[in-house]
């Protein structure tokens, strides 16, 4: 798909993409935008100036696009989302069969096409609450093995169910938010008796590379949502680091899971890439051929249930290098967005437009390919760096970009990067 | 304190109460109120009709109690809300200063004192994020005991931090909404090998008796709330039944924590009680001479930092006939909400206004002071019921009530019933 509009051939947001998000830029306030290229198309000022005229069915709902948050237009439902996409992708098609509306307006152009450069990004969905799934095979299996050898390293309820802990909804923040290191209890020396913890600065300070789902239409509470129908209950993905301070995390985590190792900041993408423009990249999960034997509420018809997107972590220190430190896929996943959101419902839990379903760290099996830091070093064996420093666990000044795009050269579908500096803690007066 | 409202001597909302809810009534939108005896006064009407006219640091405020969630009001701060209490309290005293305003105004007390037979309550805040804590340890241990036995039934970490996990925030219902059996995996055999779970309704759902506090001013990313100020953010107290699906908990928790088991309801008390109005309540927890060895972050001036609040669980079959099965006391808790929002913040995790903090199952250390059914049955000894029948977890049709009210009769400063029934399992098409 070629558009009148000069799109970089490395850009994530090609036309066969068209994310949406939240945006304020040229001191308006927030509103609903697309990103193509290098723009993002501020959707309210489009909206307002007869943008949707070709497309009667939006015509009841424009109020959604001057919405400060997705939540409106995502529980629209999936058709809608359907049309709104492929309408602006015919408005910038090279061959669009509406010029008048963009392409030959220059005012309008120059009113609503906002240089990404100028834009403010924000959380784009209020979330209601926040669910993180632990559906990364590889990972969950390598850190089984660190805790428990491999003969155990998988617990035996893994590959019946996906495996997940609700998680922290007020601290996810959009990319670029710099992290401030956390405070904790830790144990100085794990194996003295008996245990005695600290109050410091986490020291073993992590990432975690995930994709996340935001929920569209919600259902009622009691009346859990079909693995046949789960997929029109999801909005779309945005790439998502789940920040885990690994000393507190051991200290507290037994017996009811991560807490506050977790509830620091979550960092996502600001643009949410829908699942139809990832329908081109499905690709089977991990061990397809073991779903017969999964209780049926979450067998799904398909064994093409998850996307091949090549994925990235980078690292760059504070002078200024940058080194990737890990290169995955987003196909390495045991279970399915709507696998997880058939069996968070099961027991009758109602979802809310906007809330936010995390896959778990997505890691292959080979060197190099782990989504946590953990995983590479096993807190001993040092990262080197293209700068010749090492590391075993994040730095004050570090920052960290994941990135994840599928597809070729010039049709990019991605996510754009996922951007996160760590600044040290704060000074307690304590 | 009298009041020249007639107010019966076992109310739970005394004048020396005044909780806040929502509530609507009379075809009239959703609006914040107070409770008093058998009545609801409808704090909106009262503010248009000038109620608030002896008040003026109110004034600019007043938009408040037309709200459908009490949000914006506890987001005013405790000077606010206490001024607010102690007019109102004022307003009702058989000697008010304030005669005109209710008192001798027919034509208001008409409007605005609704009885609470007629008032149809809601969830009383939009809550972002809800966190279960485990602060009650007498039931960390009795469970410990079950899983572990007495010498390692609570973990290394029990006495140094506030144990707690995120829980479902959707699913966070009022008194009176019935509670569907879940659905979910469990086993059916859980000593077999390998372990394969089976697709089934809980066949043992349990209760936990909990007090949940709500936080009204909220902290900003990376700025922990200190020890010494916790108490300022947080707005009041209600009583919480934090519904629990043993089997399938027992199946899916490790390592992450409870999931399915708990999110598919959590029932709250809908009138908000105010710290204030527990301040002559307050008590020694437990262990309190073991606070010394706490990091400072956690440590409290005073030692007297939990509630002396009897509670009871009772239990009413379908046929209508109740036993109260367990007698607590909201003292046997080894943290108070101060320290869990002191230790919830350390990292530098953000709350906001509505934010939900459960303290964790009440439990005394006798036999029938237990806030959980599985504390008593240990799943094989049945609980003899009133009627002659017997229960090791709840049955279809089981009304499940726990109330909690401090003070002497004529001034009880309580929160109501907190009711749910249990509802067959929906049968699912799959």
């Known amino acids: 798909m070629a558009s009148w509009l000069q799109i970089p051939k490395n850009s994530p947001f090609s036309l066969a993409n068209i994310p949406f998000g939240i945006i304020s830029a040229r001191s308006a306030s927030r509103a609903v935008a697309i990103a193509i290229g290098d723009y993002a198309l ?16 939006i015509q009841p709902h ?29 408005v910038f098609r090279v061959d669009t069969p509406f010029p008048q509306v963009l392409k030959e307006n220059a005012p309008l152009q120059k009113d609503a096409l906002v240089p990404l450069s100028e834009v403010t990004n924000h959380v784009p969905m209020q979330i209601g609450d926040y ?6 095979l590889n990972h969950a299996y390598n850190v089984g093995v660190l805790f428990r050898g491999p003969d155990n390293a998988l617990q035996p309820n893994y590959k019946h169910l996906p495996v997940a802990y609700h998680s922290r909804a007020s601290s996810v923040v959009t990319s670029g938010t710099p992290i401030h290191r956390p405070n904790g209890q830790i144990l100085a020396n794990p194996t003295a ?53 690994r000393d507190i995390q051991a200290w507290e985590y037994v017996p009811l899971g991560p807490f506050n190792a977790k509830n620091f900041a979550t960092t996502i993408t600001p643009w949410v890439v829908l699942l139809d423009a990832l329908e081109p990249f499905r690709s089977a999960g991990l061990e397809p051929g073991d779903r017969d034997s999964l209780l049926p509420y979450l067998r799904e ?53 906007g809330d936010l ?43 960290v970009v994941l990135r994840g795009m599928a597809g070729t050269e010039g049709n990019y579908v991605g996510f754009g990067d996922c951007v996160g500096k760590i600044l040290p803690a704060i000074k307690l007066d304590i």
């Open 301 to 353: 018809k398909r064994a093409a249930n998850v996307y091949d997107i090549p994925l990235e972590v980078e690292l760059t220190n504070e002078g200024g290098k940058s080194s990737v430190i890990a290169k995955s896929n987003a196909k390495n996943l045991l279970y399915s967005f709507p696998q997880m959101l058939a069996h968070h419902t099961i027991t009758g839990c109602n979802m809310n437009p």
């Open 193 to 245: 008796t008996p245990k005695v913890p600290a109050f410091s600065p986490c020291k073993r300070l992590d990432i975690e590379l995930e994709l996340a789902a935001f929920v569209s239409t919600p259902n009622d509470l009691g009346h859990p949502v079909s693995i046949n129908n789960a997929e029109d209950h999801i909005f779309g993905v945005v790439l998502m680091n789940d920040w885990s301070a």
């Open 357 to 399: 379903l995390g896959s778990g760290t997505i890691s292959g099996t080979e060197p190099g390919t782990q989504g946590s830091i953990l995983e590479q070093t096993n807190g001993k064996n040092p990262i080197k760096l293209a700068d010749g420093s090492e590391r075993i666990f994040l730095e004050d000044g570090d920052t």
């Open 42 to 57: 501020n959707l309210n000022t489009f909206a307002s100036s007869g943008g949707f005229a070709q497309l009667p069915e």
């Open 131 to 136: 669910t993180d799934f632990y559906a990364g």
């Open 62 to 90: 424009l109020s959604v696009f001057g919405q400060p948050t997705l939540n409106a237009f995502a529980a629209l439902g999936r058709p809608v989302h359907r049309q709104v996409r492929e309408y602006i992708q015919n």
